[in-house]
């Protein structure tokens, strides 16, 4: 009996974990995108934005695509450079390609997703 809690318990625990990472700021993460804790540090350290940064090998219009059938507000328009999603909770979705890695100056040629909380 009390090994099968533990194990209910642990199975829970995973399924509650991998819905959270699938989300940031109550925003879904484009699927298949990977998080990217250098860009991440560069928001959080260097310009002082609470975000999180995720990359993907798809292209803008496929990512935006995405966080129309989400719900997000598009501001202004989609571009073959990127796009910008807002919700009404105060998170913006900045997508982008290519990009700037801030850190080495380089041009980036895959789509870098940026989620962003504004308000507190």
């Known amino acids: 009996m009390e090994r099968t809690f533990c194990f209910v318990a642990v199975i829970y625990f995973l399924c509650i ?26 928001l959080k350290e260097k310009i002082h934005i609470n975000g999180l940064c995720y990359r993907t090998e798809d292209g803008v219009q496929k990512v935006a695509e995405f966080y129309k059938n989400q719900g997000l507000d ?6 073959k450079e990127g796009a910008l999603y807002q919700t009404k909770t105060g998170v913006n ?9 801030i850190s080495t100056g380089t041009m ?13």
């Open 17 to 42: 974990s991998s819905v959270s990472a699938d989300e940031s700021f109550g925003v879904p993460v484009y699927p298949g995108a990977k998080f990217d804790a250098g860009a991440t540090n560069v």
């Open 93 to 101: 979705v900045s997508i982008q390609n290519p990009w700037m890695d």
């Open 74 to 79: 598009l501001s202004g328009e989609i571009t």
């Open 108 to 120: 980036i040629k895959d789509t870098l997703i940026s989620i962003v909380k504004l308000k507190e």
